[in-house]
């Protein structure tokens, strides 16, 4: 019968049963077997004769649950490699992660291979990014999850420059056109460039170009495309 020991285990399953057995004083048990009184004590103590797991109990991250989902939705939404994503998460998360605290955390979410979760399938070939002058930025919002402490959903609010992979985001508790702009004012506040673009999808956060199941031109007096003629922004849309 083939038996699974700790590698660093002084005793067999036999003995150890014998040792709960055992009557006799703990040091002369001990002397017997050739273990510490410790170990004598550990094993009367116990319920049955077989080694416990050595995993951890609890995780040491100093993520929390939340963090952590805002981690992951970055990772899958925007594929940074790991040393650019510990810069977005200390300064927008906490300065305390650790880089091999946080590749700990992509990897027990299935992400600490980033060439994995790239497309596979061949995709027609784009002019590169660093073609662009700094200060054309993609807009996304992405769904986080609820966590058990929180009534509803909150929604990331993600800002990336197609030259410099500068990120900027915010979290808020509904994708409205309010928060849309809330979220451009900060962001062009923070950049560190003068934007001149932003290209976004055609959510109702963004846009009246889509009106039901019918498609219409934008017709440019969104609250969101008002504030990117105040600022001086021009305002471009994916295709639906």
Sequence with gaps: MLISLHKQATTTPRIRAAIRASMDPAWMVAERYGISEQTVWKWRGRDDVHDRSHTPH?????????????????????????????????????????????????????????RALKPKDPKPAHGSFKADEPGYLHIDIKYLPQMADEDRRRYLFVAIDRATRWVFVRIYPAQTAANARRFLRDLERAAPMKITRVLTDNGKAFTDRLFGLRKRAATGQHEFDLLCTDLG?????APP
């Design 58 to 114: 609890r995780l040491q991250t100093t993520l929390t649950p939340a963090q952590e989902a805002v981690a992951v939705a970055l990772r899958k939404a925007l594929l940074l490699p790991l040393d650019d994503l510990l810069a977005v998460v200390r300064e927008f998360l906490t300065p305390h992660v650790s880089r091999s605290g946080l590749d700990r955390c992509l990897r027990r979410h299935g992400l600490g291979n980033l």
């Design 233 to 237: 922004i021009e305002h471009r849309l």
